[in-house]
């Protein structure tokens, strides 16, 4: 393993060079997309060995100058959601920038949009604009809600997303206040949806040599994401019972207190609870009738919550870990993202590595879960400054310097 791969050994920094060729190498992506989702996505093909293009508008993604930063640098996510691309800064609204950026696309083998249906109409970059110049693209289109619905052209973001799909429902059949999960849920699944859709598409195209479009609405992602194990009884006609999962939306289904800490502590099978509770003391709970086969467990799991967290701040969460591991209860401690990079399994994973960007200094470099024998992703970019690669893309194509003299013009 190089230390150009995206996943370290303990105490190797990340470095850009040479490698081998990742699993789509010989794939051109163009990323024109901005914020979370899409840019996503590109940077996942990106890692994966594909030749990205992120075509910017002459401000730049707004992802530059959001989030944490230095001075004048680039944000915090912005490092980490754009690595291993080129930035070509072009003006979709002036004749020289929007033909650049119909070149880029028509020698493309994936462009991935999340701009909406309308600006996309009156810019002429929709599906049918561009297949006839490149019948191999495969063009995936991710915006908020399905093209052909009322709500197509309607802003989306990820709190609009989670609330319309049931996301906030569920936090308030949890929790009783209907909150928003912490952490942009939404645009990262439909960024991993918009990738397994480019790949089936471009599988698709090695059997038919054909491209096609591909559809990724935000809503309908995460409405199928959400109902998966909570559509319940709902999933029967006529209903049988109410919508949800009782172990995910049982009162006490969160982590528990130890004498020093938090953990996941979770007796999961019948004979996990009966070694728990005679762990305890409280051998005749695991005789309990309410705990005796998985229906009746199922049916009393805020009850089997409750009684385990009376017993768990009696030990500190080094002896659970002990105990739960000599008995096989799933286990782990609570992961403090402070201190993230000292835990002995993302240590040794190397999933945090440390790495220095031309202009930006030394940054943490979150690896790529991905692990390939043959062709192992890799870090051959770091995130490129506003239009750093403009001319290089443009002369690949065959732009003279009157060309992209005129393409700065605008």
């Known amino acids: 393993m190089s230390d150009s791969t995206l996943r370290q050994s303990a105490g190797h920094t990340a470095t850009t060079g040479d490698t081998t060729p990742g699993p789509l190498d010989g794939i051109r992506v163009v990323d024109l997309a901005s914020v979370v989702m899409g840019p996503y996505a590109a940077r996942i093909l990106g890692d994966l060995g594909a030749d990205v293009v992120k075509i910017e508008p002459p ?57 909406r249906p309308r600006a996309l109409k009156k810019l002429g970059l929709t599906y049918d604009d561009l297949a006839e110049a490149n019948p191999s693209l495969v063009y995936c289109q991710a915006a908020g809600f399905r093209t052909d619905s009322r709500y197509a052209d309607r802003a989306a973001y990820d709190e609009v997303i989670q609330s319309t799909s049931g996301m906030v429902d569920l936090m308030r059949r949890a929790t009783g206040k209907p909150s928003y999960v912490p952490t942009v849920l939404a645009d990262k699944v439909c960024g991993l949806a918009i990738v397994q859709g480019v790949m089936a598409a471009l599988l698709a195209r090695v059997r038919t040599g054909r491209g096609q479009q591909v559809e990724v609405p935000m809503a309908d992602t995460m409405f199928a994401f959400t109902l998966l194990e909570h559509i319940g009884g709902r999933a029967f006609e006529p209903p049988h019972g109410d919508v949800g999962f009782p172990r995910s939306l ?62 768990t701040p009696e030990r500190t969460t080094q002896e659970w870990e002990s105990f739960c591991a000599d008995a096989s209860i799933p286990f782990a401690p609570v992961l403090d993202l402070d201190r993230a990079g000292e835990h002995e399994y993302w240590a040794e994973g190397g999933m945090l590595a440390v790495s220095e960007h031309p202009t930006e200094g030394l940054y943490r470099l979150i690896g790529s879960p991905l692990a390939f024998s043959d062709t192992p992703t890799s870090l051959r970019r770091h995130c490129p400054e506003l239009g750093q690669h403009t001319d290089e893309v443009l002369r690949e194509l065959g732009y003279t310097e009157a060309q992209l003299a005129a393409v700065h013009a605008t």
């Open 59 to 115: 401000v730049g993604d707004v992802m530059r100058q959001l989030h944490k930063r230095r001075e004048n640098g680039l944000g915090a996510l912005m490092l980490n959601l754009n690595r291993n691309k080129r930035s070509a800064a072009l003006n979709l609204k002036s004749p020289a920038g929007h033909q650049a950026v119909l070149d880029i696309i028509a020698d493309a083998d994936v462009l991935i949009t999340n701009m």
């Open 250 to 311: 049982a009162p006490g289904h969160e982590a528990l207190p130890t004498k020093d800490g938090y953990a996941c502590i979770l007796p999961y099978s019948i004979a996990n609870v009966r070694d728990f509770f005679a762990e305890v003391g409280r051998a005749d709970l695991g005789d309990d009738p309410r705990f005796a086969d998985r229906a009746s467990m199922s049916e009393h799991i805020g009850e089997l919550y409750e009684l385990i967290g009376r017993h």
